[in-house]
């Protein structure tokens, strides 16, 4: 009975090994031609794409309805649910910023610093596509059509691999664009999604080196941790948001409750909520009555230290775990600092790297709080929620990068692609 079952997963491993290779076949083959198509093809295929995703709401709704009454049984937590939900206006939302990104200038095939060498050589960069990336997701339907589109446009050839919890919306979604594509007269291998949601068939993925050139996990810590530490295709790390926001001292109190309101309640499940306060213990006795009033409207729970809990009722006494949190949930923490550098030492001490933001009236804490934080984007009087590509001008993002190397924040077009040098000569070699 042992050696059946033995024999069983094996014959299972190879299985999955057989499928992820002819699967990276076929996105090696697709990639000469997706790199090569013109501007034009391109965007038309875009343009398509989206019409067709927002005739196929119907179909798209009844395979999340699937994923969500699925997410209910299993105990998903709020956060995560509104994460996975799909409804008519995040489906249009989808199209339009697909629409956006075939709006956007085509970055492949530019050339810049085109300087001419004492030897009569013209030496520059082109800018050309990464090749295959692979994208390891969660439940985050909306991730399908964004990776798609960036890819896409800078002609790259995807793979993606989505957890189980929206494995029909994601089967939906790309079965869509798939359908498309063929129409268009593009090949449907620039998209494929591995329907084998198996922990043992991601653990292959992450080591696909021959087929595929980058990969970019999007989810939660763990699994962001589990490709960084497993993957031996080169990783661009997408970060957890414990975003924070500072009050100052000279903060307008109207202006920073609606700030936090909004980073903190909107959608309580994506990465640049705010999760953690900063407050200056000289504004704190009058700050946090009125911040627990506005925060009462959404049964937010608020978690401080213990000059935060004296100023007010109703805060749960914080511990060192909540500093450093990202809850994707009705909860914040609040820690009270004696000045604008001991808030950029905590932040700097407990941040993911992703969004931090001061709501100050004085021009010298904003620009120190610019300068010294530590994170992918740094804002002064607003919120942490504008960290996103659609925001930013991008159409969309393929995530939020919080590493240094090759791209960080929000990666739009520009971080889905690579240089290579490109020499002009009439004859020269080398003495």
Not at 121 to 143: D, F, H, M, S, T
């Amino acid at each position: 009975m042992i050696r059946n079952q033995k024999e069983s997963d094996e014959s299972r491993k190879d299985g999955f090994e057989m499928e992820l290779i002819e699967i990276g076949k076929a996105a090696k083959a697709a990639e000469q031609t997706i790199r090569n198509l013109s501007t034009v093809k391109k965007n038309e295929a875009l343009l398509q794409v989206a019409d067709h995703l927002i005739e196929d709401t119907d179909a798209l709704l009844a395979a999340n309805e699937l994923d969500m009454e699925n997410g209910r049984k299993n105990g998903m937590a709020q956060g995560m649910l509104d994460r996975l939900l799909l409804t008519k206006e995040r489906i249009a939302q989808m199209a339009e910023g697909i629409r956006q990104v075939a709006a956007l200038e085509d970055p492949i095939g530019e050339v810049t610093g085109m300087k001419c060498r004492p030897n009569g050589l013209r030496i520059g960069q082109k800018r050309v596509p990464l090749g295959v990336i692979g994208i390891i997701y969660e439940a985050r339907p909306n991730v399908t059509a964004d990776a798609f589109a960036l890819c896409f446009k800078t002609g790259n050839v995807v793979i993606l691999k989505g957890g189980s919890d929206a494995i029909h919306s994601n089967i939906a979604i790309v079965a869509s664009i798939r359908k498309t594509l063929e129409q268009a007269g593009v090949t449907a291998d620039a998209i494929t999604l591995i329907e084998d949601t198996s922990r043992e068939t991601a653990a292959q993925f992450m080591k696909m080196n021959g087929y595929v050139d980058v990969l970019i996990p999007r989810g939660g810590a763990g699994l962001i941790r589990a490709v960084v530490n497993n993957a031996t295709v080169p990783v661009i790390e997408t970060g957890t948001g414990n975003c924070h926001i500072y009050v100052d001292e000279s903060a307008d109190f109207d202006m920073a409750l609606n700030i936090i309101f909004n980073a903190k309640t909107q959608r309580i499940g994506v990465c640049n909520a705010c999760e953690s306060l900063v407050i200056h213990e000289a504004v704190v006795d009058r700050f946090m009555p009125l911040l627990k009033e506005k925060l009462l409207a959404k049964q937010v729970e608020i978690r401080g230290d213990e000059k935060a809990a004296a100023a007010t009722d109703g805060i749960v006494p914080a511990t060192e775990e909540d500093w450093g949190t990202e809850y994707l949930d009705y909860i914040i923490s609040a820690k009270t600092v004696k000045n604008v550098d001991e808030a950029i030492a905590h932040i700097n001490k407990y941040n993911t790297g992703h969004s931090e933001a001061i709501i100050t009236n004085s021009y010298e804490n904003a620009e120190k709080f610019l300068d010294q934080i530590d994170a992918a984007c740094v804002y002064v009087n607003a919120s942490t929620r504008f960290t996103d590509g659609f925001e930013f001008g991008f159409g969309a993002e393929i995530g939020i990068s919080t590493q240094k190397l090759h791209a960080r924040g929000p990666m739009g077009l520009l971080a889905l692609t690579s240089t290579k040098y490109v020499i002009y000569g009439n004859g020269q070699v080398r003495p």
